[in-house]
């Protein structure tokens, strides 16, 4: 299956439309159903090795609610982080910064879009760069700049993305069935058409040599990448 990637209606909805907040909801739900949550905090913990300050970056952020899913799964063995979280919308939820200070978690809202604050950004700004459902809705150029100033920016990069396959498809079509709203039904589709396959994210990495890449399939339908870099 080609890759091809195409506008998605939640994007093209105002932050406050009753279409676009249910979409939110739904999303919520599916990384839930996906897992997402508890893959990427184990993959935070496998990468705190001693080395990586818990300062986080977060990309697409949205309202909030992924990263405070997984800072609930860290609350034990990461009892505080600062975290930065990164979104073209002003919609983190009031109440969400207030549950990560439960967690003893620091927080900061910036509105950008991620390749525009990336290229602002000093280098070396964080500990870990990470992002859930974001990559896939850039065409190659632009992804290959974000890769490349995430690179800069951080020693720890990691991405939870759609999988690229016939299962994945397939089982999209049923979103409906879930008590999902028309918005994600559209946009689950177009996700898993401009998703990942194969090494297709390790070959856009800038100086790949210096660098630990995993990419593989993970759970039914996701596929995840970490770099980190080496030394």
Do not use: Y
Not at 64 to 73: E, I, K, P, T
């Amino acid at each position: 299956m080609e890759r091809l990637v195409k506008p998605e209606l939640l994007d093209e909805l105002p932050p406050k439309d009753r279409q676009a907040l249910r979409s939110r909801r739904d999303i919520r739900r599916l990384n839930a159903w996906m897992g997402h949550p508890r893959m990427m905090a184990r993959i935070l913990q496998q990468c705190q090795d001693g080395r990586t300050e818990r300062r986080l970056v977060e990309l697409g952020a949205g309202d909030g609610h992924f990263l405070l899913s997984v800072a609930r799964r860290l609350r034990k063995r990461w009892p505080a982080a600062e975290a930065t979280l990164v979104d073209r919308l002003d919609v983190v939820d009031p109440q969400v910064r207030e549950r990560f200070g439960h967690f003893g978690w620091r927080i900061r809202a910036e509105v950008a879009e991620a390749v525009e604050w990336l290229r602002q950004a000093p280098p070396k700004t964080a500990g870990i760069v990470l992002s859930n459902l974001l990559l896939h809705q850039l065409p190659a150029e632009p992804l290959a700049e974000l890769l490349r100033l995430a690179a800069r920016s951080a020693p720890v990069v990691i991405a939870l993305e759609p999988r690229r396959s016939w299962w994945p498809h397939f089982c999209a079509r049923f979103l409906w069935l879930a008590g999902c709203g028309p918005v994600t039904c559209h946009d689950g589709l177009v996700s898993i058409r401009a998703g990942f396959a194969g090494r297709e994210l390790s070959a856009l990495w800038p100086e790949a040599g210096r660098w630990e890449l995993t990419e593989r399939p993970v759970g039914l339908f996701s596929h995840m990448f970490v770099a980190r870099r080496k030394g």
